[in-house]
Structure formats: structure tokens, C-alpha cells
């Protein structure tokens, strides 16, 4: 069983920066690619950004390439997910996941473990 708990969502206008992280139970967080999804009201769950478990291999939706940046530091068990230039439809709740086979999948239910998700909230 894995454990991922999201933190750093939060309230920030538009053109700002948060970082998001994703801390990880177990010992075998090295194995498994992570990745970054969001739901925003009245939309379906969609991909963000995936990590390799090793993090050679860092795939972006096209929304957020550019502006977005995945990161893993295995020793710590935690993925994170910096965001700079902020826009409003940025806004939504946003879920780590694992993949544990270590697959690079950009389909939501590709994933194993899910967190609770994270509240971003951009104001214009």
C-alpha cells in the first residue's frame, strides 16, 4: 500500500508562482513513475506532468509546458510540482499519483495510488 499526501496549493493571482509536493510511504518510491493530474469544477481529471521513476524520462501537457516543472527527489520520497506564471485557468484540485509498474502513461487510471488532491486557486 502507498500513502501520497499532497501539499503547498493555495491562493495566488495570476502570474504567480507555488510548488506543489507529493510525500510518498513505502520503500519502493524509487520505482515507481509519479505523475500530476488536475480537476477543475465540472471538468474531468486531466494529465499534468509525469516523472520517470528514475527521472531521466519528464513528459508536460500541453497547457502547462513551459510553465511547469516536475521534479523527484528520491531520498526524500516526494515529487514535486513547480508552477510559475500562474494563469486562472490553472485553477483546480491537484492529485499526485503512482504508477507502479513504472510505466509512462498519461491516462488517469494507468495509476495505482492517488492522494487526496490540493486546492489552486488563481485570481485575475
Known amino acids: 500500500q502507498v500513502q501520497l499526501v499532497e501539499s503547498g496549493g493555495g491562493l495566488v493571482q495570476a502570474g504567480g508562482s507555488l510548488r506543489l509536493s507529493c510525500a510518498a510511504s513505502?520503500?519502493?518510491?524509487?520505482?515507481?513513475?509519479m505523475g500530476w493530474f488536475r480537476q477543475a469544477p465540472g471538468n474531468e481529471r486531466e494529465f499534468v506532468a509525469l516523472?520517470?521513476?528514475?527521472?531521466?524520462?519528464?513528459y508536460y501537457a500541453g497547457a502547462v509546458k513551459g510553465r511547469f516543472t516536475i521534479s523527484r527527489d528520491n531520498a526524500k520520497n516526494t515529487v514535486y510540482l513547480q508552477m510559475n506564471s500562474l494563469k486562472p485557468e490553472d485553477t483546480a484540485v491537484y492529485y499526485c499519483?503512482?504508477?507502479?509498474?513504472?510505466?509512462?502513461?498519461?491516462?488517469?487510471?494507468?495509476?495505482?495510488?492517488w492522494g487526496q488532491g490540493t486546492q489552486v486557486t488563481v485570481s485575475s
Open positions: 499519483a503512482a504508477e507502479t509498474s513504472g510505466g509512462l502513461f498519461i491516462k488517469d487510471y494507468e495509476y495505482d495510488y
Open positions: 513505502g520503500r519502493t518510491f524509487s520505482r515507481y513513475a
Open positions: 516523472i520517470s521513476s528514475s527521472g531521466s524520462n519528464i
